[in-house]
């Protein structure tokens, strides 16, 4: 696989498909990445002295509030990780960052993925589950013994840093894994994850893998899972988690 070329083609697509508009003091910047009810993730961001201030206009949280979401203690405890983890600040319902202003590249990317990842946990599946996917996650892997590290974050080779969920430990017979959680399995969050583990992967020791969870509770877009395989990633199911390959894959035996 010629990483570079991967990373090139996707980031000249991501360039030519990004717009802006000038509103009022802000610049209103329109991405190719597809929320949940399918409209297109939208930021605004004005300069102030030397920094970039980049906001949502509350567009994720309401959104979210919309389609019947509500902020629990337990659910506001989850934002408030991912909001940490992305480096933003939730100011009533509106979204929040600032960056200086050679920092506005790498800021913008984090901003996003806050955006996707907060859309993407949050969903409301169909069957109404209480639970987050996240959490049933880090319970089967207790259940079953399966140690790692949560949140971590890697610079790829364009700079950029990309989170991933969990992180399983090189072992004796077992490579690194890196590993994601796909709550709603559409095509932004497949684009957004391939990017990255493009990016991330070159940097990483020979070997490493990344293996995709996917909440199949949910419906899959339809070719999601073959990209995933394309670019050699290792895909489990939900539904097929104790089965003995994909059980095999996440031990450290």
Same mark, same amino acid.
């Given at each position: ?29 329109t991405t190719p990445y597809l ?45 408030? +990780?991912?909001?940490? *983890?992305?480096?933003?600040? /939730?100011?009533?319902?509106?979204? #929040? !960052? @600032?960056?200086?202003?050679?920092? %506005? ?58 989170t991933y969920d969990f992180l ?36 990483? +020791?020979?070997?490493? *893998?990344?293996?995709?969870? /996917?909440?199949?509770?949910?419906? #899959? !877009? @339809?070719?999601?899972?073959?990209? %995933? ?25």
């Open positions: 696989m010629d990483i570079q070329r991967l990373i090139d083609d996707y980031t000249s697509w991501l360039k030519s498909e990004i717009t802006f508009d000038k509103i009022g003091e802000y610049y209103e910047i929320d949940n009810a399918n409209d297109y993730l939208q930021i605004y961001v004005k300069q102030d002295g030397n920094e970039i201030y980049f906001t949502d206009d509350s567009a994720t949280i309401q959104g979210l509030k919309m389609g019947g979401f509500q902020l629990t203690p337990h659910r506001k405890l989850h934002l408030k +990780r991912i909001l940490c *983890q992305y480096g933003v600040e /939730l100011k009533g319902d509106e979204l #929040i !960052a @600032k960056t200086p202003i050679n920092r %506005f590249a790498q800021k913008k990317h984090l901003f996003i993925q806050a955006m996707l990842r907060i859309d993407d946990m949050f969903a409301v599946s169909k069957s109404k589950a209480s639970s987050f996917f996240l959490d049933d996650i880090q319970d089967f892997f207790a259940e079953h013994e399966i140690y790692y590290s949560d949140n971590v974050q890697f610079t790829g080779l364009s700079g950029f840093s990309h399983l430990q090189r072992s004796k017979t077992k490579p690194e894994r890196l590993c994601q959680a796909v709550n709603s399995p559409n095509k932004s969050n497949m684009g957004n994850i391939l990017f990255a583990w493009a990016d991330t992967k070159p940097a990483r +020791r020979n070997g490493s *893998q990344l293996i995709i969870l /996917l909440n199949d509770k949910n419906s #899959i !877009a @339809k070719g999601v899972e073959e990209a %995933f395989l394309n670019y050699e990633a290792k895909v489990i199911r939900w539904s097929e988690r104790n089965q003995g390959d994909n059980l095999a894959l996440l031990s450290a035996s």
